[in-house]
């Protein structure tokens, strides 16, 4: 077992991995440990099997460790959903909206609510509308690619 301490976190994993330079620094006075294993500007992730791995913090990663703290959520939609059309009357506060495809020709739209607050009671009344992205998911990561983000005025719903 490892213990692994951040931001004043500990974490006890099974197996620990590390995709970057370290350092070592001894510790003679502490009767537990003699030395510790220091990381710069890395990106601590731990997976269902409770195995660590230690890799470079990327700029996308810091972007997204901010926005958590911040309670920026992350959040897909369908088109004409009743999510979609509250977020084009601006009910809630969010960021640019962008078209991303899946499987069998179905399209989402991505946006980052920008309250926490706000997620809450979207929660409350679009229950089946929308849901959270996590941070590994393929379609939150698309949110951050090169593709075109599309303004909102292109998804207008014109049928009411």
Same mark, same amino acid.
């Given at each position: 077992?490892?213990?692994? =301490?951040?931001?004043?976190?500990?974490?006890?994993?099974?197996?620990?991995?590390?995709?970057?330079?370290?350092?070592?620094?001894?510790?003679?006075?502490?009767?537990?440990? =003699?030395?510790?294993?220091?990381?710069?500007?890395?990106?601590?992730?731990?997976?269902?099997?409770?195995?660590?791995?230690?890799?470079?913090?990327?700029?996308?990663?810091?972007?997204?460790?901010?926005?958590?703290?911040?309670?920026?959520?992350?959040?897909?939609?369908?088109? @004409?959903?009743?999510?979609?059309?509250?977020?084009?009357?601006?009910?809630?506060?969010?960021?640019?909206?962008?078209?991303?495809?899946?499987?069998? @020709?179905?399209?989402?739209?991505?946006?980052?609510?920008?309250?926490?607050?706000?997620?809450?009671?979207?929660?409350? =009344?679009?229950?089946?509308?929308?849901?959270?992205? =996590?941070?590994?998911?393929?379609?939150?990561?698309?949110?951050? @690619?090169?593709?075109?983000?599309?303004?909102?005025?292109?998804?207008?719903?014109?049928?009411?």
């Amino acid at each position: 077992m490892w213990v692994i =301490k951040t931001h004043g976190e500990s974490f006890y994993v099974n197996h620990l991995s590390a995709q970057i330079h370290w350092s070592t620094k001894e510790t003679p006075d502490n009767p537990n440990t =003699k030395g510790s294993i220091k990381f710069k500007e890395c990106l601590l992730t731990i997976n269902p099997e409770n195995e660590a791995t230690i890799s470079a913090l990327t700029l996308f990663d810091k972007i997204r460790l901010r926005n958590q703290k911040l309670g920026i959520t992350r959040i897909m939609f369908s088109y @004409g959903s009743g999510m979609h059309n509250a977020l084009i009357k601006n009910e809630f506060k969010h960021s640019p909206f962008k078209n991303v495809h899946g499987g069998c @020709g179905s399209s989402f739209i991505i946006c980052d609510l920008l309250k926490k607050e706000e997620v809450t009671m979207a929660g409350l =009344k679009f229950t089946r509308d929308w849901r959270v992205l =996590k941070p590994n998911e393929g379609y939150y990561k698309a949110y951050d @690619g090169t593709e075109e983000i599309w303004e909102e005025e292109e998804f207008d719903n014109n049928d009411e």
